[in-house]
């Protein structure tokens, strides 16, 4: 069996389209332009190059893009105040700091002092908690792009037995709650889980998402599996130089599943789509407009 390539590049240009044409609709009938605020604090290179993408996506849909980028010296209270100034600001319907942030620095009180419904990451405490209580929140976007990808490709996921490789805030215990939202089956797996290969193989949807490269081989996967693979993990190849790799062995993998992404091209482009689907989500509801349809959970 030769798995499917599930394309997150060509998914995302997708989604990004969506976005767009719900912001010119907008912005026609009711004169809004949705708008994300983006903080930066340091010079993180890779934060770098991450916020330029993230400011660049936004303006092509047509949306405000609100950057800040503060020196790496900035105190937590300097960050306070302008995160308070953005909740505050009509212009600005969501926000987003870019982790990690500097070690002088509460990442969780930093977080926490978003306004919730501002909250384009998804990852403010009571957004955790709405998610996981089944109502109405703003949803991680990493996870929020596996589980459109999971429905654009099987339909239906209702009664599905899933497998979610990493227990993080951040990937893994909020990939459970939306495919638990989705009537699947759900086993959160980790280091401590014993007959690992064994709870892997009785899945009909693997994620990935321990951020340990290639840890997954192919003979972990039940024949016609779909698979996720969140990691992105630079190794060094044997000819010199670097490349990127997933958590699941690629090739292996491929070999025995039904559907599987790609790393790079997979859920990466993913995550920028859905944190743009997640400032329109917000915007229409601060406006008390409805909701897009099929860009959130």
Known sequence: MTAQIIDGKAFAATVRAQVAEQVTR????????????????????????????KGKMTTEVGMASFEHKLDVDTS???????????????????????????????????????????????FHISNVGLLGTGQKSMVPCTPLGCLMMLRD???????????????????GKPMAQ??????????????????????????DIVVAAVGRPQMVP?????????????????????????????????DSCAAVA??????????????????LANTLTACCRANGLPEPEGLTA
């Open 218 to 250: 192919g003979d972990w996967i039940k024949p016609g599996a779909t698979v996720i693979d969140v990691g992105i993990n630079r190794i060094d190849k044997p000819e010199g130089g670097t490349r990127l790799v997933g958590d699941v062995d690629f």
């Open 178 to 203: 939306l495919l638990l939202g989705d009537s699947c089956t759900v086993t959160i797996a980790h280091s401590r889980t014993k007959d690992l290969p064994d709870v892997v193989r009785g899945a």
């Open 153 to 171: 490709h099987h339909g239906s996921l209702s009664g599905m037995n899933a497998v979610v490789l990493g227990r993080s805030n951040i990937v």
């Open 26 to 53: 907008l912005k026609a009938d009711h004169d809004i332009t949705p708008g994300l605020a983006v903080v930066l604090v340091g010079e993180d290179p890779a934060s770098q190059v991450y916020v330029r993408s």
């Open 258 to 275: 039904g559907a599987i992404t790609p790393v790079p091209g997979g859920v990466g482009p993913m995550t920028i789509a859905c944190l």
């Open 76 to 122: 937590e209270e300097e960050l306070l105040a302008l995160i308070e100034k953005l909740n505050n600001d009509p212009a600005v319907h969501g926000i987003l700091v870019q982790l990690p942030l500097p070690s002088h620095m509460n990442s969780d009180l930093v977080i926490n002092a978003i306004n919730p419904a501002k909250d384009a990451d998804g």
